[in-house]
């Protein structure tokens, strides 16, 4: 599921303003959201393509993080 980069990663921390990251492309994004999920999951992270317009909801990472979890204990 590679998207030609740059992708963002955006999330809020405490009603602060949204902080941006950028990685090359979407898989990278995706596995800095897992690495850091525990402390991403209350930030509404979101990913955004190179325009910024969103690629992936905060529901779409929280619902593919849960799931990553699932497979992770039948395992």
């Given at each position: 599921?590679?998207t030609q980069?740059?992708?963002?990663?955006?999330?809020?921390?405490?009603?602060?303003?949204?902080?941006?990251?950028?990685?090359?492309?979407l898989d990278?994004?995706?596995?800095?959201?897992?690495?850091?999920?525990?402390?991403?999951?209350?930030?509404?992270?979101?990913i955004l393509?190179?325009?910024?317009?969103?690629?992936?909801?905060?529901?779409?990472?929280?619902?593919?993080?849960?799931?990553?979890?699932?497979?992770?204990?039948?395992?």
């Amino acid at each position: 599921m590679t998207t030609q980069g740059p992708v963002h990663l955006r999330w809020r921390a405490a009603g602060a303003a949204p902080e941006i990251e950028t990685f090359a492309d979407l898989d990278a994004a995706l596995d800095a959201v897992e690495e850091r999920w525990e402390e991403l999951q209350h930030q509404a992270p979101q990913i955004l393509d190179a325009r910024k317009i969103l690629l992936i909801s905060t529901e779409q990472l929280k619902a593919a993080m849960v799931e990553g979890e699932d497979e992770d204990a039948a395992d």
